[in-house]
């Protein structure tokens, strides 16, 4: 009987099990986590395949993401089964992987620690999280039979772990009520493991004790060995990713979104490598990376290209990387297609949605290279490439004519201007692009209007080399790079304002790879400012129609700039604005970025098209957005997807235009 003093309150430990059967036990679990490891090293072995480095090495950022990452989980909050599930499994496996380590501690150590008010407390804990996990069990394998969404990876393995795992908690209560049956506790306290008390209640009840015994050892041996195979098939089954997840979630270099890693010359020049044609290529970090995956298929949710119907998957770019790198084999052409690689648009909502933070643009960015290198790359984009190169800007117009935008404008220039505050990057899209010259004129105007201390570069600009570094074209990147910093410095520029998102992400998160520090504001912040100052205003009266807004990736995924464009448009106090569905941060792509502009695609897998019919369901009559790319791949989807022929699409600078009244300084700018 036990005691009915709280403080000196406990249960046995092996009471009954003879000392044979524990010294049995404890070699199976030394085994089973012997063949843990063991596996571990095989895949240690693997990611050693890959080039040395690419971890990030500070400690202290480690520790901030796996708190944020792993511990608080904080990609995988959502309102869906599949993350309650989860929350489910991930807490009760973390509470009694705890708890029964505690345990151990306290029997094998040398203070018995696990009695009184603490022994209380944990049964409690165990029994509420036990219950927590088979929930979890039962709704995961619910979800894998009735409902589960096509992009989730699936095989006979899962309902295999699923199974272990639902055994495994089925069979600690089951042990859990025979000890209480068999050693007769006292009711007061029995009710502390409320689970075991239950089932003892109602399910064991007439039992005799010599039989309890009997079936809690055999039920106890049930338990052992089911946790002894859940250890050593870790490494073969989904559950990998609790190991490899935390792993990559810690050591992924830390770098903003938008920026890409440099290709050093030097090394090419030692390795003879341009990008990633063998697995081996990949570094390490990035090979680590690939097992992390466990197939939950968030990426493949949210990719536009998936969406649109093109041949890229980014959980299959993972998946089959992981194969080649497990099974060997030809990687382009082969496990990677060409055409899924030039699929891309880099918009990096696979890399924001990931919850063990795999870098699938990197991944795609290095097998790019390769291919750029190898001269596979070939029609209008390899194009593009070339007139940045000889032109200095994807349209192949001459570099002198950057100035065909401001005409009648008297736009100041670094020459006529040279103690400007702020240097107008007008970007090649504005500058040549005859739809876009309207956004630089609208944007300019505004500028004058607001009383900045501005000027533009004129035929000293040319491609910031967005497109080609997107496309894999590293070192045509460099060269523009390495020439606008000169630029840049000679005209001792401090702050940037620019129309444009991309040129906005390259000069603010990759110039500084180049040496180029600047202060970088997209016209949105700029803009806001400006109306929030009074320098301008945005009388949503002056059109009332309804509104809506399309971000930008590169300006609100990327950069994080999602308030300011909807200052811009005064959406807060405009009862005609819309928002859609997706949007802010969580925007969905237009369908131009990653070099995709420069590339030809069938009309029926645009992405702008599904973008445009999103928008047409808000009801808006104006789509407005803040990216030059953007403005042309949603003008083009509204032209092509029915109900959008009379949406109008604009840039939030000529709204804004739009609304402004005339004042005594600047007259009545009237461009739009
Ligand atoms: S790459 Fe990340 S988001 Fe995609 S399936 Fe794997 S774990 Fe899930
Ligand atoms: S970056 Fe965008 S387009 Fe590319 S794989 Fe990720 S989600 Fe898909």
């Known amino acids: 009987m036990i005691a009915l003093d709280v403080n000196t309150t406990t249960r046995e430990v092996f009471g009954n099990i003879a000392p044979w059967m524990r010294v049995v036990f404890f070699i199976m679990i030394a085994a089973s986590l012997g063949v843990l490891a063991w596996q571990v090293l095989a895949h240690v072995r693997q990611w050693r395949k890959g080039r040395p480095g690419g971890f990030e090495r500070d400690w202290r950022v480690w520790l901030e993401r796996l708190t944020v990452y792993a511990l608080a989980q904080k ?111 006292e009711p007061w306290l029995a009710h502390w493991s409320t689970v075991g008390w239950m089932i003892d209640r109602t399910m064991l009840r007439g039992i005799d004790i ?28 989904r559950f990998l990713h609790v190991i490899t997840g935390p792993m990559n979630i810690a050591t992924r270099p830390e770098r903003p979104m938008g920026a890409l890693v440099p290709l050093k010359m030097e090394t090419v020049e030692e390795t003879g490598l341009i990008g ?19 197939e939950c298929g968030r990426c493949e949710d949210v990719c536009p290209a998936t969406a649109s119907g093109k041949p890229l998957s980014p959980k299959f770019i993972v998946t089959d990387l992981r194969g080649v790198m497990a099974h060997g084999g030809e990687l382009h052409g082969v496990a990677i297609n060409p055409d899924t690689l030039w699929s891309c648009t880099m918009c990096q909502a696979c890399v924001q949605e990931c919850p063990v933070l795999i870098g699938h643009v990197d991944l795609i960015s290095d097998m790019r290279r390769y291919l750029v290198g190898e001269g596979k790359l070939s029609g209008p984009p390899a194009r593009s490439l070339q007139q940045i190169g000889n032109q200095g800007n994807p349209y192949g117009k001459p570099n002198g004519e950057r100035l065909a935008w401001a005409e009648g404008l008297d736009v100041p220039t670094v020459e006529s201007n040279p103690d400007f505050e702020y240097l107008f990057w007008v970007g090649c899209a504005a500058s040549f692009d005859p739809r876009a010259q309207k956004v630089a004129r609208a944007t300019a105007q505004l500028l004058k209007k607001g009383g900045v201390n501005f000027a533009v570069l004129g035929k000293e600009e040319t491609c910031t080399g967005d497109p080609a570094r997107r496309i894999g074209d590293e070192f045509l990147f460099q060269e523009r790079a390495t020439t606008n910093v ?79 464009p909807r200052s811009v448009l005064g959406a807060e106090k405009d009862e005609q604005y819309r928002e859609m569905p997706r949007c802010g941060k969580k925007t969905f792509c237009c369908g131009a970025g990653g070099g995709r502009m420069w590339f030809e695609e069938p009309p029926a897998q645009r992405v702008s098209n599904l973008r445009a019919q999103e928008a047409i369901a808000t009801g808006a009559q104006t789509l407005a957005t803040g990216c030059p790319f953007c403005l042309n791949m949603m003008s083009d989807g509204m032209a092509g997807t029915k109900g959008g022929e009379n949406v109008k699409v604009l840039d939030i600078a000529e709204v804004l235009l739009s609304r402004q009244r005339p004042n005594k300084s600047s007259g009545a700018p009237t461009d739009v």
């Open 75 to 185: 990609r995988v909050h959502k309102k869906s089964l599949g993350a309650l599930l989860h929350l489910l499994l991930f807490s009760g496996f973390l509470v009694l992987t705890i708890g029964t380590t505690l345990l151990g501690i306290a029997y094998d150590g040398p203070y018995y620690f696990h009695h009184g008010w603490y022994y209380l407390i944990y049964e409690l804990t165990m029994d509420v999280f036990g219950v927590v996990f088979i929930l979890g069990c039962l709704l995961a394998m619910y979800r894998r039979a009735f409902s589960r969404k096509p992009s989730l990876g699936h095989n006979w393995r899962d309902w295999w772990l699923l199974g272990i795992l639902l055994a495994l908690g089925i069979t600690g209560f089951a042990v859990e009520a025979l000890r209480m049956h068999y050693t007769q506790v």
């Open 210 to 237: 010599e039989s309890a015994k009997t079936m809690h050892l055999v039920t106890w041996w049930l338990h052992t060995i089911l946790v002894a195979g859940f250890f050593a098939t870790i490494p073969v089954n």
């Open 276 to 294: 990633v044609g063998q697995i081996g290529d990949f570094n390490r970090q990035q090979l680590l990376s690939l097992d992390a995956c466990m």
């Open 486 to 564: 000169e630029t840049l410095g000679r005209r001792q520029v401090k702050k940037i304002v620019t129309a444009c998102p991309h040129c906005h992400n390259t000069l603010q998160n990759e110039y500084p790879q180049f040496g180029g520090q600047y202060e970088v504001q997209h016209h949105s912040t700029l803009l806001a400012e400006l109306i929030e100052a009074g320098h301008l205003t945005n009388d949503t009266a002056t059109d009332g129609e309804p509104i809506t807004l399309h971000d930008p990736c590169y300006l609100a995924r990327v950069n994080g700039i999602v308030d300011a």
